[in-house]
């Protein structure tokens, strides 16, 4: 069965710090990757996506980044956090033999 | 470009009650439409979805919602409302053939007694 892994599950970080948080997907082969962002009252934000290793999409201008440097593992940076950076980022995956994705726990990350 | 209107970000009811949280999409193809549920700190979990075929579609928990593409909705329903419903909903949106999956700001229930 596939299964998606998100690390850590909470984060604290000074402002001007960098970041990296790991999704790695299981049990499935080339799926589409995405970054949410969800700060406080505002929704599920689509961060970036990937169809495929190298290949990212851009969805808003912001302080992070995201690179695919293999089929199923999916990673969002940052070389200096901003306080406007905390919230719960969720990766998500899906493939053209589902219609739905499926989403990691979640990582809180609390700048400060 | 694809894109989901909730109605309502905070919707209460009564426990037994009712339940109607509302879904409106934008799309120029016929989409894929979802509802999610997430409770707090966790991700997000699927409660159920429309494809093709039949416009009434069944999920867990007792949800279920209707496609009516001429009304562009896809609103959520439930006969009664238990405690354990308390939850943000989320209405998301994929063309198909389209990589992006849209949500909706999401819609946070409450259940009192």
């Known amino acids: 069965s596939q299964t998606i892994h998100q690390w850590p599950a909470t984060l604290v970080q000074p402002v001007g710090s960098p970041l990296s948080l790991e999704c790695t997907v299981e049990g499935t082969s080339n799926p589409n990757l995405y970054w949410y962002r969800q700060a406080a009252g505002r929704g599920l934000q689509l961060l970036f996506y990937?169809?495929?290793?190298?290949?990212i999409s851009s969805e808003v201008p912001q302080n992070l980044s995201a690179s695919r440097p293999q089929d199923r593992q999916f990673i969002l940076s940052s070389k200096k956090l901003l306080l406007s950076d905390s919230g719960f980022y969720l990766c998500?995956?899906?493939?053209?033999?589902?219609?739905?994705?499926?989403f990691g726990q979640g990582t809180r990350l609390t700048v400060v | 470009a694809q894109s989901v209107t909730q109605l309502g970000s905070h919707v209460s009811v009564s426990e037994g009650a009712l339940v109607l949280l509302r879904c409106n999409y934008s799309s120029s193809v016929p989409p894929y439409l979802f509802w999610y549920v997430q409770y707090p700190n966790q991700g997000l979990q699927l409660l159920l979805k429309y494809t093709t075929g039949a416009t009434l579609v069944k999920g867990i928990n007792g949800f279920e919602a209707e496609f009516k593409k001429s009304e562009t909705s896809f609103h959520l329903t439930k006969p009664s409302a238990h405690m354990s419903d308390a939850a943000e909903y989320f209405c998301a949106v994929r063309t198909h053939g389209y990589n992006k999956l849209i949500f909706g700001a999401g819609t946070r229930l409450a259940v009192h007694p």
């Open positions: 990937s169809v495929g290793i190298g290949q």
């Open positions: 998500a995956w899906y493939t053209a033999l589902n219609t739905e994705a499926f």
